[in-house]
């Protein structure tokens, strides 16, 4: 009873667990997802709007756009005057140091100018001498201009009718009366006495400006309720795209909509809890193994989470097209490390959640299953790393020509934007091949092995298999043969043919740690005739922990090392076992000694190797290879194994067990068959 209530105890914390994995997805993705304060359109310029016939609720203005209304304020920035004013000042103190210059006793011939150079002073100073600085500025042209301040009145003058010091110097010294004496002129350094009167009013000019621009329209139009704003099917122009933009601002603004915003969030939750519900039954329900892997529920969860969320930050804040995303990624990983149904299936509830967060639904849906697809035909058996380029070419040129197919019967046409649009699906081919790294990332992180990976350990030039076949090359045929056997068997009842021929290459790695202790390495003496059966039994045994420490040296896959502990189970060595009962009959056993350590095999993979394995060893010792003995024999092992309980823990069958016995049967008499006897010539005399 205590028993029944820690399993139902475990299950009932399962469940709770994936409950809480689904609802916290759930919650991750409804908080990313791009939601409106106010009511949101979905359209684009030059394609057919969507949705049904709008109608205006309310009368609102035609808003300009951002972009136009900062190009009207920088015009009115540079069509602006600003103000400058006349300071008195500067030339009544110019005029009085320049007389008291000219009376001066070192200036008698400058006396003789006085008149005419203060006048000609006075003449510049009444037009204006503005700061040099003016004049270097980028802005300033031909057509530029200043309003200059005197009393009440700011007269518009042309900046080019002005003077700077220099210019205001040059003037003065080509009057034609100055002129005459220009020698003597220029040693009085009259330049001293030329100085800028215009000085710029910031405060005046400032507040005109900031008046100026705020007196920018922001409107060009009105829109009256009950208007009709665009029909179904319509294309949608500039002018109508800044209405649809001028209702979303106008609604935000006046708080029409909050209600239906609410809705819409609900909705969002609902929705995405739904599809999340989907994809969590499918895996209990249709993949119980994966459902009760964490490592498994885990991953797809991830991806089932990653990619709404980059969707929804892509339309928040307007980064790159949402194509250029590799969506494919995800059933291309599920396929590699779960199964091609579950890919698909995770990759629909993938798509649908993004669509959500998209503009156009139906046409991302569509090329997205469509690049989905065909990902995960293009991997259906992955057996190197270069077929994940093939992939990516494949993906992009699928998402390619089902997008121009959509273009072409909405609209009829390619516009020059929609031929932008297959450089995003270039780029996102390109974002594929991330497909090749992240396949060993996800493979650490998550404890996975890909077939692509398995097929690299299955090279039996590699360092491990290469010493094994030569320190114990009867092991190393041994090992061959089984897996031949096993994946024979596994292609039969739907198992993992390449994972069990790998893992049967390395399940007794271990041996060659005392290969001569092992009958397939022997040519002659037994080593085991000069020790006792307890000793012989624990060299034999030592293999399976031997192995251990081999794979964890050449950091082997967890699953591979699985198959090292599972290939004999918790059975004994029952050769040395039934020996030392017989040859101590008085003395009590610890059967412990002759045990091995296990466990007994959990996947369908471990029990055909094990299978596979007693089997190709019992084989050897045959004395006669009939059809009556091989099959006698298999039945027997076989049958044994199930009776002494190795395969309850793992979900073989009692009919993959019988097929499994048939494929044996067939096997071994293949590589056994009898020989035709050649007869010989007989000498006549």
């Known amino acids: 009873m205590t028993l029944y209530n820690t399993k139902q105890g475990t299950i009932f914390r399962n469940y709770l667990t994936r409950i809480i994995l689904t609802l916290c997805a759930a ?14 359109y979905r359209y684009d310029v030059g394609k057919p709007w969507t949705g049904g016939t709008l109608i205006a609720k309310f009368q609102f203005p035609i808003y300009k756009s951002d972009e136009v209304i900062a190009a009207e304020r920088d015009s009115v920035r540079q069509a602006f005057q600003p103000y400058y004013t006349i300071d008195a000042k500067v030339e009544d103190k110019a005029m009085e140091e320049l007389s008291e210059e000219l009376n001066s006793a070192n200036a008698e011939n400058g006396r003789l100018y ?88 910031k405060q005046r000019s400032e507040s005109e400006l900031f008046e100026h621009i705020n007196n920018v329209a922001e409107s060009d139009g009105m829109v009256m ?74 991953m797809v969860f991830l991806l089932a989470v990653l990619f709404p969320v980059l969707v929804s930050l892509f339309m928040r804040h307007g980064f790159l097209n949402v194509y250029i995303i590799p969506f494919a990624l995800a059933p291309m990983f599920i396929r590699m490390f779960l199964d091609s149904r579950t890919a698909f299936m995770a990759h629909l509830i993938i798509t649908l959640l993004c669509a959500l967060a998209v503009k156009y639904q139906y046409e991302f849906v569509v090329v997205q299953i469509v690049a989905g697809m065909a990902a ?19 993906i992009t040129l699928a998402s390619m020509a089902m997008y121009y197919i959509l273009q072409a019967v909405q609209i009829g046409e390619s516009t020059n934007d929609d031929r932008s649009m297959y450089m995003f699906f270039i780029g996102n081919g390109i974002l594929l091949l991330l497909a090749y790294p992240l396949m060993f990332i996800i493979e650490k992180l998550f404890g996975f092995t890909s077939d692509v ?24 045929q041994h090992s061959v043969m089984v897996g031949n056997l096993a994946s024979d068997i596994a292609n039969r009842i739907g198992a993992k043919s390449l994972l069990v021929r790998t893992g049967a290459l390395y399940h007794d790695i271990g041996k060659m740690t005392n290969p001569y202790y092992f009958t397939e390495n022997q040519a002659g003496a037994n080593p085991h005739s000069d020790i006792d059966e307890r000793k012989s ?10 192995g251990i420490k081999f794979a964890e040296k050449k950091h082997l896959p967890a699953v591979i090392k699985d198959f090292i502990r599972t290939h004999h189970g918790k059975g004994i060595t029952k050769f040395f076992y039934i020996n030392y009962k017989n040859n101590n009959p008085e003395q009590e056993v610890d059967i412990a000694d002759f045990s091995y350590p296990g466990p007994n095999p959990s996947t369908k993979e471990q029990a055909i190797l094990m299978m596979a394995d007693t089997v190709e060893a ?56 009898a020989r035709i006897a050649y007869p010989t010539e007989e000498k006549q005399e």
């Not at 995960?376 to 992939?391: G, T």
């Not at 039994?537 to 031997?546: K, L, M, R, Y």
């Not at 073989?652 to 499994?660: E, G, P, R, S, W």
């Open 376 to 394: 995960i035909y293009s991997l259906r058996e992955v057996s190197k790393r270069s077929q994940v380029f093939a992939a990516a070419l494949l």
């Open 27 to 40: 919650a991750i993705i409804v908080w990313f997802l791009p939601r409106a304060e106010s009511v949101h």
């Open 618 to 673: 019992a084989s050897r010792s045959l004395e006669q290879y009939t059809d009556e003995s091989i099959t006698e024999l298999v039945n027997r092992l076989i049958d044994t194994q199930v009776n002494e309980g190795y395969f309850i823990d793992c979900p073989i069958t009692f009919h993959d067990i019988n097929v499994a016995k048939q494929a044996l049967i067939e096997r071994l008499k293949a590589i056994y068959h």
């Open 537 to 546: 039994a624990q060299i034999i045994i030592s293999h399976i922990s031997e």
């Open 453 to 476: 990976t398995l097929v690299e350990l299955s090279d039996t030039n590699r360092d491990l298999l290469r010493q094994l076949s030569e320190v114990a090359p009867g092991t190393f």
């Open 225 to 298: 309720a009950g208007q009709k704003i665009i029909d179904k099917g319509d294309i949608v122009d500039e002018r109508t795209a800044r209405i649809l933009l001028s209702l979303e601002k106008e609604s935000q603004r006046q708080n029409i909509d909050s209600a239906e915003v609410l809705y819409r969030v609900a909705g969002q939750a609902v929705i995405v809890l739904i599809l999340l519900t989907m994809l969590t039954m499918y895996i209990a329900l249709f993949r119980r193994d994966y459902f009760e892997k964490t490592r498994s529920l885990l």
């Open 114 to 201: 006085r008149n005419i150079i203060l006048q000609q002073l006075h003449r510049l100073y009444e037009v204006g001498i503005l700061p040099q600085s003016v004049f270097n500025s980028s802005d300033i042209d031909s057509t530029s201009m200043i309003r200059v301040v005197e009393g009440r009145n700011a007269t518009p003058t042309f900046i080019k009718d002005l003077y700077t010091a220099k210019s205001a110097y040059q003037e003065l010294l080509s009057h034609p009366l100055v002129n005459v004496a220009r020698p003597i002129i220029q040693r009085l350094n009259l330049d001293r006495f030329i100085r800028a009167n215009l000085i710029y009013d």
